[in-house]
């Protein structure tokens, strides 16, 4: 079985609203910005980015909540309309095209572990960074860490929806 084959399911608390990426991620940012750790409520947030129509709505609804973002450009998060645990969420730079799935809200996160640390400038001191994982003081080029695979899944995202839609 090949990993592009697998999918991963995921929910909100209240199990109202259900979920499945249909291949794995693009990538995984582990973000220790300030705005993810007041959005989680603790010392990081994990996304899985991955292409909006692999993500599939299996049961339920999501609400859309406008939120600013540290880019000024805002980001929308997708919520459970009814216990309001966010699931994923868009950032006003790439449009809807790439999902940040969080992670925590799979039924297996242990899958999808980070590829990468971002922010690391402002991580809380206590978090110990594993050697073996890339980390970076705030952002980073996706040529420069993302596999060649992800690269051409990108690529063909540009390809269907030109910059200037
Ligand atoms: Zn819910
Ligand atoms: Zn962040």
Redesign the pocket.
């Known amino acids: 079985m090949s990993t592009e084959a697998s999918s991963y399911d995921g ?7 259900r979920y499945r990426m249909a291949s794995k991620p693009l990538f995984v940012h582990c973000c220790h910005c300030r705005w993810c750790q007041r959005e989680t409520g603790t010392s990081f947030a994990l996304n899985a980015m991955i292409e909006a129509d692999r993500v599939q709505l299996l049961q ?1 609804a999501v609400e859309i909540i406008d939120t600013p973002s540290n880019s000024g450009k805002g980001q929308k998060i997708s919520r ?6 966010a699931l994923w969420s868009n950032y006003g730079g790439a449009g809807d095209t790439v999902r940040f799935v969080r992670v925590g809200t799979l039924d297996e996160p242990d899958r999808l572990p980070p590829d990468i640390h971002i922010f690391t400038s402002s991580k809380q001191p206590w978090v110990v960074l594993p050697p073996d994982v890339p980390a970076v003081a705030e952002y980073y080029r996706a040529s420069e860490q993302w596999p060649a695979e992800s690269l051409q899944r990108r690529a063909a995202l540009t390809a269907a929806k030109p910059p200037w839609h």
Do not use: A, K, L, N
Not at 80 to 85: E, S
């Open positions: 929910g909100c608390t209240c199990r109202q609203t339920g459970c309309p009814r216990c309001r645990i």
